[in-house]
């Protein structure tokens, strides 16, 4: 999609989202700002991590590392308006595709009994090109989508709790198949102070990283697509 075609805006007439991802600070590359749109109108949201994002700094053993990063995460949630976060202790950088996935996360959305699922970009790359996408992200969005449907179906995962129909629909944050968006115009600096708030996995980077350059970046585009100065694009699936 050209920036002359346009984004359709996200409906907003819902009340409770889960957002599922696979490691602390995948939410904060752009949907934080959307996020605190949503908590700023009253809509409930939790957020499920599959990993402690412990693989995630090189020079920081895992033992550390995943606390450390359990604990920005939250910070980074409670700047968004977000306070129940969840880490389902899934193996950071090996996350596995397959029925025992998508166990784990049907019984998530069954407990949290959304409306909206949110989860990450799991198409093959980030740009519809050449910007190849991690598996860890790949196989998370995969799985939710499965899981959702297997949430919905009392036969599937009996003892992952009581059946859970009511999700809508998911979105998939940043994909390159996105056709929707949402303006975070007026919560673009929360957004930022979210992503901010990862410090030593930005420290971790090893290079020059400007948290605003960036989300700028990836917030202009879609703003342009919107209408607005800044925006969050997601692909839409419905069950």
């Not at 976060?85 to 959305?109: N, S």
């Not at 059946?163 to 998911?170: A, T, Y």
């Not at 202009?220 to 997601?234: I, S, V, Y």
Request: aromatic share 8%; hydrophobic share 40%; net charge negative.
């Amino acid at each position: 999609m050209n920036a002359a075609e346009g984004l359709e805006p996200l409906a907003e007439d819902w009340q409770k989202a889960l957002a599922i991802v696979a490691h602390p600070d995948d939410l904060e590359w752009g949907s934080a700002a959307a996020i605190a749109r949503w908590t700023g109108q009253g809509k409930q949201i939790a957020y499920c991590l599959l990993t402690s994002g412990e693989a995630g700094i090189d020079g920081v053993d895992p033992a550390e590392c995943g606390p450390l990063r359990e604990a920005e995460e939250i910070e980074s949630a409670q700047i968004v308006g977000v306070s129940s976060v969840e880490f389902l202790g899934q193996p950071d950088g090996t996350i596995e595709y397959g029925v025992p996935l998508r166990r784990l996360i049907a019984a998530a959305i069954r407990r949290h009994q959304p409306e909206i699922v949110i989860t990450g970009n799991f198409r093959d790359t980030w740009d519809g090109d050449v910007a190849l996408n991690q598996a860890d992200h790949i196989n998370t969005g995969r799985a939710t989508i499965d899981a959702v449907r297997d949430a919905a179906n009392r036969w599937i995962f009996p003892d992952a709790g009581d059946k859970w129909d009511g999700v809508r629909q998911v979105w998939a944050a940043g994909s390159p198949n996105s056709r929707h968006g949402v303006d975070t115009t007026d919560t673009f600096d929360l957004g930022l102070q979210s992503l901010k708030a990862h410090q030593a996995y930005i420290d971790g980077l090893n290079r020059a990283f400007d948290p605003e350059e960036f989300l700028e970046g990836v917030s202009r585009p879609t703003g342009t697509q919107l209408g607005t100065k800044f925006g969050a694009r997601f692909e839409v699936f419905t069950p």
